[in-house]
């Protein structure tokens, strides 16, 4: 079997709209999360979210295609575009051999909403609509501009999307399908539609307090925040990589995907599945007790989530998971929804080169039944030689992934 590394990425995220950015807000313990600025939220019970700030897709885009693309694409084009650039694969590689594994949550929410106000309004919808929403079109568009004729494949586990783009494009550069693949996810759903939906259905905190909405593992936890964004990997057989000289910022090694079969938005409180998941990435890894393990969690801040994944990690992990540094980067982040499994990805590739912890913040409050540590409010330094980062969606999908630090 060939390994596979990481030699390129890009993000826009509420923290910023490039990596470089973005790691020095979440190691510095930045709050991305402020009241909602792109609508009115007077009539709606939650009115904070992790909007993406300053965001300008023309550096990325021709001002005349705009219009005919959803923000969620722009997100991963141009995320894709920094990834593609900090890897420097184009050129090195046949477009045969090259993939791109992009998903989204929720697809063109925003084009939805506008369009179904259209409608009503002017009867009038625009010949744009459907390539506009549909949610394999950033996967699709990425691949018209690096000419990636290899495997395409948008993954669509609602929260656990961008986690399973991963693993399965690390499964397929690992069984010969690739030599690289452009992959992660994106997600724009910041829309009054969304909001008033997933509060509907008790998923959102209601404390509309940027700063005590989103705090994972704190028992005054109510619910999830909502963010928006983009984060693109570009992932490397690892002896090409090597051949061509690319930088490697971690080593891809394992992948765990499961599913609870128990309901459509709660976890299994037993955490099994979500467990046996994590054990089977750790296992294709080859992580061991002697690694220095850091985890970057679900961590939503919803009351379900937080302590089942918790028992979920004591599972699979035994006594040593009081050992391991974890943390949610969603107390800063906010839940990016599809695109929060790429960006952790990220985050925890670069915590193992680093050999830095983001913290968790706004935990104040300790839930007793989530007595691990997850490193509360301030960045530490580590000597990690492992990482992993865990998802799980609506539907009961649970993914993990699992990464090595790679020597210079």
Request: aromatic share 6%.
């Amino acid at each position: 079997m060939r390994r596979v590394v990481i030699t390129g990425i890009g993000a826009v995220t509420p923290v910023g709209n490039d990596i470089e950015t973005m790691w020095n807000s979440l190691v510095n313990g930045k709050n991305g999360i402020d009241y909602i600025k792109s609508f009115d939220t007077e009539k709606l019970k939650v009115k904070v979210a992790a909007e993406v700030k300053d965001f300008d897709p023309t550096k990325y885009i021709e001002k005349k295609e705009l219009r005919k693309t959803d923000l969620f694409c722009q997100y991963a084009i141009a995320a894709a575009c920094q990834a593609v650039e900090d890897s420097g694969i184009i050129g090195t590689i046949e477009d045969e051999k090259l993939g791109v594994y992009v998903g989204s949550g929720t697809g063109g929410m925003h084009t939805f909403f506008t369009q179904c106000e259209n409608m009503i309004a002017e009867k009038k919808i625009s010949p744009f609509f459907i390539p506009m929403m549909i949610g394999n079109m950033a996967a699709g568009l990425i691949a018209i501009r690096f000419s990636a004729k290899g495997p395409c494949l948008p993954v669509v586990t609602a929260c656990a999307t961008s986690t399973h783009a991963v693993g399965e494009a690390f499964h397929a550069i690992k069984n010969g399908y690739a030599d690289a693949i452009i992959t992660g996810g994106a997600e724009a759903a910041i829309t009054p539609l969304a909001i008033a939906g997933f509060s509907s259905c008790m998923a959102l905190s209601t404390r509309n307090d940027p700063n005590s909405s989103s705090i994972p593992f704190d028992k005054r936890r109510d619910g999830f925040v909502m963010g928006e964004g983009a984060g693109i990997l570009v992932l490397e057989e690892y002896e090409h990589a090597v051949a061509r000289g690319a930088k490697i910022y971690a080593e891809v090694a394992g992948y765990g995907n499961t599913c609870d079969a128990h309901h459509v938005t709660a976890p299994d409180p037993e955490a099994a599945g979500a467990a046996r998941c994590v054990e089977i990435a750790l296992k294709e890894a080859g992580i061991t007790d002697d690694d220095t393990l850091y985890i970057n969690a679900h961590g939503t801040s919803t009351p379900a989530n937080d302590k089942t994944e918790t028992a979920a990690f004591k599972r699979a992990l035994g006594e040593k998971a009081y050992d391991a540094y974890i943390s949610s980067t969603k107390s800063m982040t906010g839940h990016m929804l599809g695109a929060t499994g790429a960006v952790e990805a990220i985050v925890a590739a670069l915590a193992v080169k680093n050999g830095i912890v983001p913290p968790t913040i706004g935990l104040e409050e300790p839930d007793p039944e989530c007595d691990l540590n997850y490193v509360p409010n301030k960045a530490v330094e580590a000597p990690l030689t492992a990482a992993a980062s865990t998802t799980f969606g609506f539907g009961g999908h649970n993914a993990c992934i699992a990464l090595k630090k790679v020597s210079e």
